[in-house]
């Protein structure tokens, strides 16, 4: 058995700490969110932190670290109100990858990674038009992580846009169908196979 | 392109909503979390919502729905202040599935669904035998969301145990040789297969 306990998590050199402590709660989702300034300007940002929050209403959930340095992503959703999340599927990884250089305000990850932006009805914020399952959504509160300054951005859901019919029987969509795909890590991007779909555990179904 | 607005969404039938939006984020982490109440009785449940939230100090938070029911993890975690998370490998998928189950509080989902408790120095909750991939947690804070009543819980990394060395050159574990497993939806069990890692995108690297 390997070993390693808080204090060896802590003295640990700060890249092979970060890389190690990102693989700890195993597969993330993989996630585009952009946005649009006030003044027009579009950003397009890769998230591994998007989380299922609720389903009445339908929310979502993404962590935002903390606004240290510029974060035109959180800016944009402040100023706003408004996002798109777009999930990664395996043709994108590349250039959703690329989205998490430091480029200046004035440079669109949309044109500098090669995206293209889409608008639906009145919604502000792009969509990536490349992709196959994404939301538009409006934010809900911004909760605040004490222990490390980070936040829980909270959003509900206002438009699911599909490129195709993804729909399982069961009202779930098929991921690997739209190959979305999954991260971990900071940086390691995978695609997945179905093994299986567990049935509801009914409380006649305990075998006690 | 398939479309739904919010009013389709709320206006769904709760199974396919609850299916349908559970499947939004992508690929969630799958782990099973161990607790001990104060009077020894052990607990043991399976969770989707396990997400990294920072590596200095290294915290990983999950989600707790509303306490409207008995909710025996909670309680363990509230009244200890401890607990464990254990990644779900592809041969646990059934048993790991099982712990849903709204088991009475005097049974522990260890044995009624097959896992070995493990124990490790003076750490009171359990951790899974048969994981690979299992941290002792300390309990950080609990964050209400008031959009939907949930909790999120952050835990602090105490022990961390490697039934082998899965660590990459790069400090990050390999999830794929643990044989990791990822869910979508409420139901849906995935392993993975690794695609590429992509490099850290430095500034010189922008091409603008």
Redesign the interface.
């Known amino acids: 058995?390997?070993?390693?306990?808080?204090d060896?998590?802590?003295a640990?050199e700060?890249?092979?700490?970060?890389?190690?402590?990102?693989?700890?709660?195993?597969?993330?989702?993989?996630?585009l969110i952009g946005t649009k300034s006030n003044d027009g300007k579009t950003n397009l940002a890769v998230f591994?932190?998007?989380?299922?929050?609720?389903?009445?209403?339908?929310?979502?959930?993404f962590?935002m670290r903390p606004p240290v340095v510029p974060r035109h992503t959180y800016d944009n959703i402040s100023a706003t109100k408004l996002y798109t999340i777009n999930?990664i599927h395996?043709e994108q990884?590349?250039n959703a990858?690329?989205t998490?250089?430091?480029?200046p305000e004035d440079?669109s990850e949309f044109s500098?990674c090669d995206f293209k932006e889409e608008y639906f009805e009145d919604f502000a914020p792009p969509f990536v038009s490349e992709s196959r399952?994404k939301?538009g959504m409006r934010l809900?509160?911004e909760?605040p992580?004490?222990?490390?300054d980070?936040l829980?951005i909270?959003g509900?859901?206002?438009?699911?846009?599909?490129?195709?019919?993804?729909?399982?029987p069961?009202?779930?969509?098929d991921?690997?169908q739209a190959e979305?795909?999954?991260i971990?890590?900071?940086?390691?991007?995978?695609?997945?196979?179905?093994?299986?779909?567990?049935?509801?555990?009914?409380?006649k179904?305990?075998?006690?």
Chains 1, 2 share one sequence.
Do not use: F
């Open positions: 058995m390997h070993y390693l306990n808080k060896d998590l802590q640990m700060r890249l092979p700490r970060v890389n190690l402590i990102n693989s700890l709660s195993g597969y993330k989702s993989a996630n591994s932190s998007v989380i299922h929050l609720g389903s009445s209403p339908a929310l979502l959930g962590i999930h395996t990884i590349a990858h690329q998490s250089g430091k480029y440079i500098a399952i939301m809900v509160e909760i992580i004490p222990s490390n980070c829980l909270v509900e859901i206002q438009h699911l846009l599909l490129s195709d019919d993804y729909q399982k069961n009202g779930s969509l991921l690997n979305t795909v999954a971990s890590g900071l940086d390691s991007y995978h695609s997945t196979q179905h093994l299986r779909d567990m049935p509801y555990v009914s409380k179904s305990l075998e006690l």
